[in-house]
Every structure is written in C-alpha cells, then in structure tokens.
Nanobody, 125 residues
Framework: QVHLVESGGGLVQAGGSLRLSCAAS????????MGWFRQTPGKEREFVAS????????FYTVSVKGRFTISRDNDKNTVYLQMNSLKPEDTAVYYC??????????????????WGQGTQVTVSS
C-alpha cells in the first residue's frame, strides 16, 4: 500500500515556474515506478511524466518535453515535477501516482494503482 500527498500547486503567470512535490508513505516507494498525470474538467486523465524506481529512466508527454522535469529522492520518499515555461494549457489538477501493474505502457493510468488527492495548477495568460 502506498499513500501519496501532492503539494506545490498554485496560480502562476504564463512563462513562470512551479515545483510539485509528492510525498509517499510505505516501504515500497524506492522500488516503485512513479508518474504524474493531469486532468481538466470534462477530459480524461492525461499522462504527463514518469520515472523508474531508481530514477534511471524518465518519460514525458510531447507537450511538456523540454519544459518539465520529473525527479525523485528515494531517501525522502518524494517525487518531484519541476514545471518551467508554463502555458495556460498546462492548467489542470495534477496527480501523483504509483505504478503497480505492467500490462500497458508507462503512460497508461490503469497501470497505476495508487493516486494522490491532486493539486491545482492554474496558469494565467
């Protein structure tokens, strides 16, 4: 079982930066692949980025590549999402998730069994 709590969301102007954090409880964090997803009203949850258990590999959706960076600190049981050059279209609720299944690609939300409560990111133009 993994319990996740996101923080760091807020209101920022276009071109600005935010850093999201996701604190995890549970003994298995250091061996768990982690992901960030986002969702806007009326739309499906969208993959943003993921990182393997040891930080050795990272993956991004095309729209954030070069602007967002996912990282983790296994000593602190925390995964981060550094978001730079933010755009109004990045506005969403951002969710941290822990992967449990490997039936699909890393960007499939159905492979992630544990989710945080979400943190709102709003980018004004």
């Amino acid at each position: 079982q993994v319990h996740l709590v996101e923080s760091g969301g807020g209101l920022v102007q276009a071109g600005g930066s935010l850093r999201l954090s996701c604190a995890a409880s549970g003994r298995t964090f250091s061996s768990t692949d982690m992901g960030w997803f986002r969702q806007t009203p009326g739309k499906e949850r969208e993959f943003v980025a993921s990182i393997t258990w040891n930080g050795g590999s990272t993956f991004y959706t095309v729209s954030v590549k070069g602007r967002f960076t996912i990282s983790r600190d296994n000593d602190k049981n925390t995964v981060y999402l550094q978001m730079n050059s933010l755009k109004p279209e990045d506005t969403a609720v951002y969710y941290c998730a822990a992967r449990k299944y490997y039936r699909n690609n890393y960007n499939a939300p159905q492979d992630y069994a544990y989710w945080g409560q979400g943190t709102q990111v709003t980018v004004s133009s």
